[in-house]
């Protein structure tokens, strides 16, 4: 199906893995928004992306060598922008991108060493789960900024009213017999 057209009702998918998507995505703004249109209220996503900073994204030879790697800061900004909460994240694959025998057996060990080392940085791909956010995104500080938003204005004075000025034709001076401020204006 069109990438941008899924054929699910809205809200209805309580779990999303985005596997192959965000990277070779020609409209990632509008995948991302169709993400968020089929998950329900509270649902979670999994996004798993090429790390810019892994070895998978720099071989054209491996699955995640197409398309546009990700920084961690990057996805998560993104995920935000869409109304996406990340809330875990996580890197995998850290065994060297190839096919020879001693990296095929040697990746459990290049694995485990990878998660010990880095769990973020050195892995080739990035994974973050995100829970759908319906609601206003809770802020650090929001309710005491909130609470006196205008606190800029605390020294001011309230304006007082200036008196109604009668307003004389150009036509010369003004009549001596005319004050300038008569009784019926006030």
């Known amino acids: 199906c069109e990438e941008t057209l899924w054929p699910l009702e809205a809200e209805r998918v309580d779990r999303l ?8 995505s ?35 030879g491996t699955p995640f060598g197409y398309g546009r790697p990700y920084s961690l800061s990057q996805l998560e900004g993104q995920l935000g922008r869409h109304d996406f909460q990340p809330e875990r994240h996580s890197a995998a694959l850290f065994q060297p991108p190839s096919e020879a025998r001693f990296w095929l057996k ?13 769990g973020t940085f050195s892995g080739g791909v990035l994974i973050v789960e995100a829970e759908k956010v319906t609601g206003p995104t809770p802020r650090p ?20 009213p200036k008196p109604a000025r009668l307003h004389w034709p150009n036509f010369g001076r003004q009549p001596s017999h005319l004050t300038p401020y008569p009784d019926f204006i006030e």
Do not use: Q, Y
Not at 52 to 60: I, K, N, P, Y
């Open 17 to 24: 893995v985005v596997l192959h998507g965000l990277e070779t």
């Open 26 to 60: 020609e409209h990632s703004e509008a995948l991302l928004n169709e993400c968020w249109r089929v998950l329900a209220p509270g649902g979670k996503a999994l996004f798993i992306v090429p790390n810019r900073g892994g070895l998978w994204a720099r071989r054209d």
């Open 106 to 118: 040697t990746g459990p060990a290049w694995e485990r060493l990878g998660r010990n080392i880095s």
């Open 141 to 160: 500080g929001l309710p005491e900024a909130v609470s006196r938003p205008l606190r800029i204005l605390d020294g001011l004075k309230t304006p007082e």
